[in-house]
């Protein structure tokens, strides 16, 4: 008797892992890269991650809290890395396109 395994598919977006915030993207080939981001001098830096992005489950995917935090500590949005510089987004912790992109419904 065969067991079947259910493989789970990460989408590009921005995750947290162990603290840490991770940005997947697509390469050219179409393959998955994870991006460590740090802030530094007030710019979001990407650097090379420990992990792979199968190492990332759903559940690790930023939450709206996650993002606003963020972007409260840092004054730039968590998703696409952009001075929050709107008196809504800088309440908010996120600019209103990427909450409505990756927090539809919210």
């Given at each position: 008797m065969s067991t079947a395994t259910a493989t789970t598919t990460i989408e590009p977006g921005v995750y947290k892992k162990n603290g840490d915030i991770y940005e997947?993207?697509?390469?050219?080939?179409?393959?998955?890269?994870?991006?460590?981001?740090?802030?530094?001098?007030?710019?979001?830096?990407?650097?090379?991650?420990?992990?792979?992005?199968?190492?990332?489950?759903?559940?690790?995917?930023?939450?709206?809290?996650?993002?606003?935090?963020?972007?409260?500590?840092?004054?730039?949005?968590?998703c696409c890395f952009r001075l929050l510089s709107d008196p809504v987004s800088v309440r908010d912790g996120i600019g209103p396109v990427c909450k409505k992109k990756y927090f539809p419904g919210l």
């Open positions: 997947i993207k697509p390469l050219r080939n179409g393959a998955l890269r994870a991006k460590k981001i740090r802030v530094v001098g007030g710019k979001a830096r990407r650097y090379a991650s420990l992990y792979r992005p199968s190492q990332f489950t759903p559940t690790d995917k930023i939450t709206l809290d996650d993002a606003s935090g963020f972007g409260h500590e840092y004054g730039i949005c968590c």
